[in-house]
């Protein structure tokens, strides 16, 4: 088989174009994300509890905070970011305690969510309204 010069153009073109389209169609809403996290199980209040300044001057540096005695696995989304996907904890029969704190990035004002899948299999759900007076993610 001979390649021209057309023929290799177009395989990197197509290299580049499949390269940047997982990106595109890895990027979910904050609702998908939270049932996958779910898998189908509808998300209750309490059980948990999250932490999160009023009013942050910086979206560069946020702190939040979460406690969810019994939870399995806790994760957090920022509804309002480009990727709402913040991050995901687990814990395992060992751990100590079932808390963490982070420093996330907000592109702007929005709702930061915290899901706790539970031991017994229900997911438990906190959110906290954060204002964002210079945006971290682009904003």
């Given amino acids: 088989m001979e390649l ?6 177009l395989f990197g073109l197509g290299g580049l174009v499949v390269i940047a389209l997982p990106g595109a169609a890895l990027a979910a809403n904050a609702e998908e994300l939270a049932a996958a996290f779910a898998g189908g199980v509808a998300p209750q209040t309490g059980g948990i509890t999250l932490t999160a300044p009023e009013i942050a001057e910086n979206g560069n540096t ?7 005695p019994g939870a399995v696995a806790v994760m957090l989304l920022a509804a309002g970011n ?5 991050a995901t904890f687990k814990f395992g029969p060992a751990a100590g305690s079932h808390r963490a704190a982070t420093r996330i990035r907000l592109a702007k004002t929005q709702d930061v969510i915290a899901l706790a899948k539970m031991a017994d299999g229900s997911v438990r759900q906190a959110q906290a309204t954060v204002k964002v007076t210079i945006g971290g993610c682009g904003g």
């Fill in 4 to 9: 021209s010069r057309r023929d290799a153009l």
């Fill in 62 to 68: 946020v702190p939040i905070e979460f406690d969810a």
């Fill in 82 to 86: 480009p990727e709402p996907s913040v």
